[in-house]
């Protein structure tokens, strides 16, 4: 995809300039045609990439869209002025596409269907929701605060992470650098003086000498490594969490974050007036665990069939007796919201505590191996020196 800047002349005979993002600039032509544009100049901008930043801005748009609906505003009005305040080219195609829909009679949920990567199902499902009941607001903002809680949990656990991936970058290449130009130094000066290396030396000159001559099979078994899981990548998550549950502390943390995922959905759904079995049904979607996800699916099928919502959380394994008893306490007393929105926030919390402590125990072990490995190194490269008087006097 591309971006294009392009000046136009609408229906109206003005001229409008704006950019636009397209698959080519024959594709951005056709596409200003069918806004009742025409094109005068159409020049390319620069290649689109959908980062981070694009994929977070669903926060704002969200409070936005919340702030004016609640001011009265109705929803196409509301789309209007974003338009008009707004700056990320990709989300101006968005709002642009979606109030051409809303004025050809189309609904804002159908429209955002099309960019799944954005909007996910979710999403949409809370969309259609407040566009049958008309409460735009609540929805809107529930929305928001589901994308914030997800980009603050995601920023959490990337900064306990942060330290152990400096840690093997770091240790990586000054391991590199030692193999590659300190190594083979020693060589020189042994072969000039007719002796031989230590073994422990030359066995890591003989390693760096195999990394510079056939750095390029590394570098393709890496490539295709790499294409092999983007190409099989669904197969590659499944292999990964069936061997991640042999590990204990793994197996809890992946067993507390599906909780978390479950919980969250069903919370933002129930508040935004999904039936129950509609509530559960996009919860167990958003579930990617294969052994967690057939669990989530039974307890819907459980409860459309006419099941109570805690019997059949307590015949899954997944779910916890705490969970299962409050469940049971939510249906006795009518309270059903409060209690998910409960354990939505104890098993969030839990979750990254978890996380935070499984990081911190992990670095110790990255530390002693670093160490062990540099220090490895360090001796095959003191070694030579330690020897280098006997060398140089014939000894």
């Not at 549950?245 to 992946?254: D, E």
């Not at 490995?373 to 060398?391: D, Q």
């Amino acid at each position: 995809m591309f971006i294009y800047s392009y000046i136009a002349l609408s229906k109206n005979n003005t001229i409008i300039k704006d950019v636009i993002i397209s698959k080519s600039k024959n594709c951005a032509f056709i596409e200003l045609l069918n806004l009742e544009q025409t094109p005068i100049k159409i020049t390319f901008k620069s290649v689109f990439f959908l980062d981070r930043k694009n994929i977070d801005y669903r926060i704002h748009f969200f409070h936005q869209l919340s702030a004016l609906s609640s001011s009265g505003i109705n929803i196409l009005q509301s789309l209007y002025i974003l338009q008009n305040n707004n700056h990320p080219p990709f989300w101006k195609m968005i709002i642009k596409l979606a109030i051409d829909d809303l004025k050809k009679g189309g609904s804002l949920a159908n429209n955002f269907k099309r960019t799944p990567t954005i909007f996910t199902p979710t999403i949409v499902s809370l969309v259609e929701v407040a566009e049958k009941i008309g409460q735009y607001e609540k929805n809107f903002k529930i929305i928001a605060e589901m994308l914030k809680h997800h980009q603050q949990t995601k920023k959490k656990i990337l900064q306990s992470l942060r330290y152990p991936i400096i840690l093997i970058l770091l240790s990586a290449v000054l391991i590199l650098l030692m193999l590659i130009y300190v190594l083979p130094q020693f060589e020189t000066i042994y072969q000039s003086f007719g002796h031989d290396l230590p073994f422990m030396t030359s066995l890591l000159i003989y390693v760096s000498k195999w990394l510079s001559e056939y750095v390029i099979y590394p570098l393709l078994a890496i490539s295709l490594l790499s294409f092999s899981l983007f190409r099989y990548k669904q197969k590659f998550i499944i292999c990964t969490i069936k061997f991640l549950n042999y590990i204990p502390a793994f197996r809890n943390l992946t067993r507390e974050y599906n909780l978390t995922l479950y919980f969250s959905m069903l919370s933002s759904t129930l508040q935004a007036g999904l039936p129950l079995t509609e509530c559960l049904k996009c919860a167990a979607n958003t579930i990617v665990h294969p052994f967690y996800k057939q669990a989530c699916l039974v307890i819907q099928h459980s409860v459309v069939k006419g099941g109570s919502l805690s019997t059949a959380m307590k015949e899954q394994s997944f779910f916890p007796s705490m969970a299962c008893q409050l469940i049971a306490v939510a249906e006795e007393s009518g309270q059903l919201i409060h209690f998910v929105q409960y354990l939505f926030a104890h098993f969030s919390e839990d979750f990254i505590f978890r996380t935070e402590t499984l990081l911190k125990r992990i670095e110790p072990i990255l530390l002693i191996s670093m160490a062990f490995l540099v220090g490895g190194i360090m001796v095959a490269m003191y070694l030579p020196i330690f020897n280098l008087g006997n060398v140089i006097t014939g000894i």
